[in-house]
């Protein structure tokens, strides 16, 4: 089976100030991980992915996630918050044998002028 | 840029009403996914299509809901009848090929059961 844990149901962050979303997830074998973006009333916007390689890995607007193997982590990162990166946030993990991505619930970021 | 179509974005039915939904993934896409996302949840899967069959449905309530891909192309979701737990997120999705990293989501229709 397979897991992810969103731990914050909301991050709050002044504009300009790094910000960082957290994901843990559990899974058999290698891990395929990535970051969605919601807005409201709107699908889900792929931001970036971790196969393999290097552990950090550079999204789209900015934003980046750092895979640790032994945290069984795969944390959102951006240097400097904007307003408008105000949405939901979704963490998803698939294992390397299985099609089917497994979703967190989701942290709302807020990001205040 | 393509996309991937749904519609309607929002319906309201009455609770033991039929319901369907539409979708039109990426051209050329061969996996199509159906996700329910629930408020303040993550989206679930409903149904995964590889071209016209279905990969994986163990989550979709057999007994009320259907999907088809009769083409391999476009898809659609019915409920029938309509509950009001229905109430959601109907998000779908498309992949390349089966084994494809990302998924491109839909706008989604939004799912009000009264």
């Known amino acids: 089976a397979q897991s992810v844990a969103q731990p914050e149901d909301q991050v709050n962050v002044a504009e300009g100030n790094p910000l960082t979303v957290k994901c843990t997830y559990s899974?058999?074998?290698?891990?395929?991980l990535f970051w969605y973006v919601q807005y409201p009333n709107r699908g889900l916007q792929f931001l970036l992915k971790?196969?393999?390689?290097?552990?950090l890995v550079k999204g789209s607007y900015g934003f980046e996630a750092e895979f640790n193997k032994s945290q069984t982590s795969f944390h959102l990162k951006k240097p400097s918050a904007l307003v408008s990166d105000s949405a939901l946030y979704f963490c998803a993990v698939r294992a390397g044998g299985s099609y089917i991505p497994t979703f967190g619930r989701g942290t709302s970021l807020i990001v205040h002028p | 840029e393509a996309e991937v179509a749904q519609s309607p974005r929002y319906k309201i039915t009455e609770k033991s009403q039929a319901v369907a939904f539409w979708c039109d993934p990426i051209?050329?896409?061969?996996?199509l996914y159906w996700y329910r996302q629930i408020l303040g949840q993550g989206p679930e899967l409903l149904v995964q299509f590889q071209d016209e069959s279905v990969v994986d449905d163990s989550q979709l309530p057999k007994d009320r809901f259907s999907a088809e891909r009769l083409k391999g192309v476009d898809s659609t979701l019915k409920i029938q009848p309509a509950e009001l737990g229905d109430s959601a997120m109907y998000l779908c999705?498309?992949?390349?090929?089966?084994?494809?990293?990302?998924?491109?989501f839909g706008q989604g229709t939004r799912l009000t059961v009264v």
């Open positions: 051209s050329g896409h061969a996996t």
């Open positions: 999705a498309s992949s390349h090929l089966q084994g494809s990293i990302e998924a491109f």
């Open positions: 971790y196969i393999t390689g290097d552990n």
């Open positions: 899974v058999s074998g290698n891990p395929y």
